[in-house]
């Protein structure tokens, strides 16, 4: 009789601890599958697959493009460079290397532009009032730069040398 008693008790017991148990996993799936929904979610979206019209992806209109140069200097009169460089960056352009050319006989400065956008060798080369028959185009990538400026022996037609 006491064995009976033990089993109704157990028998009781049983069906609440398995409500419990099916409740505590019914929970757990619902909040593990919000969580993978949101994990797809962001993947897809990092990825590009999903194209969420975020504010943050949009740039202002009003901002300047950002024109990378560097400056070799072809006449070989010394500090000619940083005077270019001078007169770029208070243009807003940003030089980012100075140096020599391969030579020092170059007559006339001359553009390249690495990237292939002669608009923006155009606007370099009016806000120096430079001939725009002396832009050159040899697309480069590698050079992680918009254009090289070599400085010929006319300089002193587009700028001064610092300190003169």
Do not use: H
């Amino acid at each position: 009789m006491k064995d009976k008693e033990v089993q109704k008790e157990n028998f009781s017991i049983n069906p609440n601890s398995e409500k419990n148990t099916n409740l505590f996993f019914i929970i757990a799936s619902v909040i593990l599958s919000l969580f993978a929904v949101f994990l797809l979610y962001s993947i897809l979206d990092k990825t590009g697959i999903i194209n969420s019209n975020d504010d943050k992806n949009t740039k202002p209109q009003n901002v300047q493009q950002l024109i990378q140069v560097e400056v070799l200097n072809g006449c070989g009169v010394a500090g000619i460079g940083d005077g270019l460089t001078d007169v770029l960056r208070s243009k807003g352009i940003d030089v980012v290397k100075t140096g020599n050319y391969r030579s020092f006989d170059i007559d006339n400065t001359f553009i390249i532009d690495r990237l292939g956008k002669i608009e923006t060798a155009n606007r370099v080369a009016d806000s120096l009032n430079l001939d725009k028959r002396f832009i050159i185009t040899e697309k480069n990538k590698s050079y992680f730069l918009d254009l090289t400026i070599v400085i010929g022996k006319d300089y002193k037609n587009y700028f001064q040398k610092s300190g003169s």
